[in-house]
């Protein structure tokens, strides 16, 4: 009864003068109800209100497009292969007895196994052709620390679901699900097209070293067999010191590829004219949080691997350059498999981050113009309501044109009366051009800018060093 005295009183007011269907429009907005459609103007009609939570999901049942709707049972877990890489590689740290193993296995194949080989080797003559092997521990080294310190802060602050932002999987849609179940394969195929080369140029690199060489130890017979055994040493401690290297870059792009996954799903959002502000919004802020944690996290791992990459390269091409001897496969062959792997890792990363970033930046070209599109529409009904009382069709000046050519392809229906939903489009693109950036290093947008910086300072690099090889010789 209540409510039929109030749209009874409504519409009476839209009868009156200005200030009285003021007045109406506070009263709907207020009370967030829609006039009785026999007794009001359908043009205008207000939308539903709403108020925005920002650490809150949404319940309403009027959003269709919105993907916390779609909910689905657990699925088994995604991330087995992961789990059995990490007992494989000795990584597991979910006991205390998996922890003792992981740095009894780190210590013995990252730092002792290297100063071993190093201390041991000895060359047939003196004229042998110079050996890059010394030159290529440290570096396999230092990227092996820093991915293991890495995922070991990794594991003792999270778990790997929550590594990998797996527990807010089930409020995407089926098709960010499917596109991620799909990433895990290709990620595994990834590591698998980097290792397996490496592994066998490295497999008959050292069957071709340790037939030259010979290891010798003191207080050792001679009946050992010392070359075979520091050479089965030898090849796992390379699988090891790769393998946990380019497991935290196929980790770091699988985190990526979901969040681009998200973004793709956001997109879409601005198709049709059942766009939500508010919905957007909310989506756009879970992606954010999710990509500020995810610089967070992996930014000294970044920084570490790009300065010991470009170390280890500098000092390389350096000692390449300077010496005189011949350079072939059998004393250059670690080198050339130690550069081939790191820098597939570093640019696993950077591509990969700087992709993310790209397609964060450039959701805000695509907001504003759907904000264009739709305010095009809402001026092309206004206009059509003064030219059906006489009045020109000049006065609207051309935005009803370009929107019969802009916006063909989306259906609007946008009431020309409701101020609301302008301001909060308006809002909604002044957010996104403020809050567009992706995958950052202390503050830096890792995009395609920052690649081509880097790319510059290392070329300025390599410019330098060939220029003091040619001064020296």
Wanted: with cysteine.
């Amino acid at each position: 009864m209540q409510a039929t005295s109030l749209s009874l009183f409504l519409a009476k007011l839209d009868h009156c003068s200005f200030p009285s269907r003021t007045c109406k429009h506070f009263i709907l907005a207020f009370f967030s109800i829609k006039p009785l459609s026999t007794s009001m103007n359908p043009s205008t009609t207000l939308p539903k209100t709403h108020m925005i939570n920002i650490n809150s999901s949404s319940n309403d049942s009027d959003q269709p497009n919105k993907p916390l709707l779609h909910k689905s049972p657990k699925t088994s877990d995604e991330l087995s292969n992961f789990q059995i890489s990490l007992k494989w590689c000795a990584l597991d740290h979910s006991t205390y007895l998996g922890k003792f193993i992981s740095y009894f296995t780190f210590i013995l194949l990252t730092l002792v196994v290297p100063i071993l080989t190093s201390l041991t080797l000895k060359l047939p003559t003196k004229d042998y052709p110079i050996s890059f092997n010394k030159l290529v521990q440290l570096p396999e080294s230092g990227l092996a620390a820093i991915a293991f310190f890495t995922l070991s802060a990794f594991f003792r602050n999270y778990g790997l679901r929550q590594l990998l932002f797996l527990d807010g999987l089930e409020d995407d849609t089926f098709s960010v699900r499917r596109g991620y179940t799909r990433e895990v394969d290709k990620a595994f195929k990834c590591l698998v097209c980097i290792l397996l080369p490496s592994f066998f140029i490295e497999l008959a690199h050292k069957i071709l070293f340790f037939t030259t060489v010979k290891v010798s130890l003191p207080y050792m017979s001679p009946s050992v067999p010392l070359n075979s055994i520091v050479f089965v040493l030898v090849l796992a401690s390379w699988v090891y010191r790769t393998g946990v290297f380019l497991l935290v870059c196929i980790l770091f792009r699988l985190t990526c590829e979901l969040q681009i996954l998200r973004f793709e799903g956001l997109h879409k959002f601005f198709e049709g004219s059942d766009s939500n502000s508010r919905v957007i919004f909310q989506e756009h802020v879970r992606i954010r949080k999710q990509l500020w944690v995810t610089s967070h996290r992996y930014r000294f791992f970044i920084i570490g691997c790009w300065f010991t990459s470009t170390v280890s390269q500098f000092a390389a091409l350096l000692m390449v350059l300077a010496s005189k001897a011949e350079k072939t496969f059998l004393n250059s062959g670690d080198l050339l498999v130690c550069s081939a792997v790191e820098l597939s890792g570093l640019f696993l990363c950077l591509m990969e981050a700087a992709r993310m970033t790209h397609r964060a930046q450039g959701i805000v070209a695509i907001a504003t113009r759907w904000h264009m599109l739709l305010t095009c529409s809402s001026a092309a009904g206004l206009d059509s309501d003064k030219q059906g009382k006489g009045q020109s069709p000049e006065a609207n000046g051309g935005c009803d044109g370009e929107s019969d050519n802009d916006s063909s392809d989306i259906s609007t229906s946008v009431s020309p009366h409701d101020p609301y939903s302008f301001q909060t489009r308006q809002a909604l693109v002044t957010y996104l051009g403020h809050n567009h950036g992706g995958i950052t290093l202390f503050g830096f947008a890792l995009d395609r800018g920052m690649l081509h910086t880097i790319f510059a300072f290392e070329f300025s690099l390599v410019l330098w060093v060939l220029s003091k090889v040619v001064v020296l010789s």
